[in-house]
């Protein structure tokens, strides 16, 4: 059985990482579901103080290494990727302003490839819409792993928690967390 990619975006992963380590490249669930990020992301992260200051184990070796499981793609792939970057770009200029050029990069790898994106970002959600690529956010795919026994509700209510201490909360956050767990998020 081949594994079902799942490709996270900058936010995401930033927001799960550190909890959940290796958070890449590592199959769970009887689908053999299968985290992968953007090279870009790097990018992204480096060119960002914003980013640097409130995620600095991001650059610590063993999340540089598990960033080394990237999502594959063949040449072909790459030319077709650019040509949906540059439609999905053109719309999202006028559309969706708030969403990055990296964000449109991660958009176009995953309706490309057929794959769903996870992101919290409300606009890149709005953009997946518009463009019919499947995505969910960072709390689904913790559900997700839940279901499949790859992380526990102890796991979660840490990843939540730490969230709030550091008010970096998705938007919805508590009606997504109680739809989706059955509980009032942690404190």
């Not at 990619?5 to 900058?10: A, Y």
């Not at 480096?46 to 610590?60: C, G, H, I, Q, T």
């Not at 490309?112 to 890149?124: E, F, S, Y």
């Not at 499949?148 to 979660?156: A, F, L």
Request: glycine share 4%; hydrophobic share 35%.
């Amino acid at each position: 059985m081949t594994e079902s990619r799942i490709l996270v975006d900058s936010n995401a992963y930033f927001r799960l990482a550190k909890s959940i380590h290796p958070l890449l490249g590592k199959t769970f669930g009887r689908e053999l579901y299968c985290l992968y990020i953007i090279k870009q992301l790097q990018t992204e992260y480096d060119r960002s103080p914003k980013l640097r200051n409130a995620f600095p184990w991001v650059n610590e070796a063993p999340y540089v290494s598990n960033r080394s499981h990237r999502l594959p793609v063949t040449r072909d792939e790459k030319t077709e990727i650019q040509r949906s970057f540059d439609f999905i770009n053109n719309h999202v200029r006028n559309a969706h302003p708030g969403v990055s050029k990296v964000d449109v990069l991660c958009l176009a790898h995953a309706e490309v490839l057929g794959i769903p994106v996870v992101t919290d970002d409300a606009d890149m959600i709005e953009a997946a819409r518009d463009f019919e690529i499947r995505g969910c956010k960072t709390l689904e795919l913790l559900k997700l792993m839940y279901n499949c026994g790859h992380v526990n509700m102890t796991t979660i209510r840490g990843i939540a928690g730490y969230w709030k201490y550091l008010n970096d909360c998705p938007k919805d956050f508590a009606n997504d967390y109680r739809k989706l767990f059955g509980e009032n998020p942690p404190r």
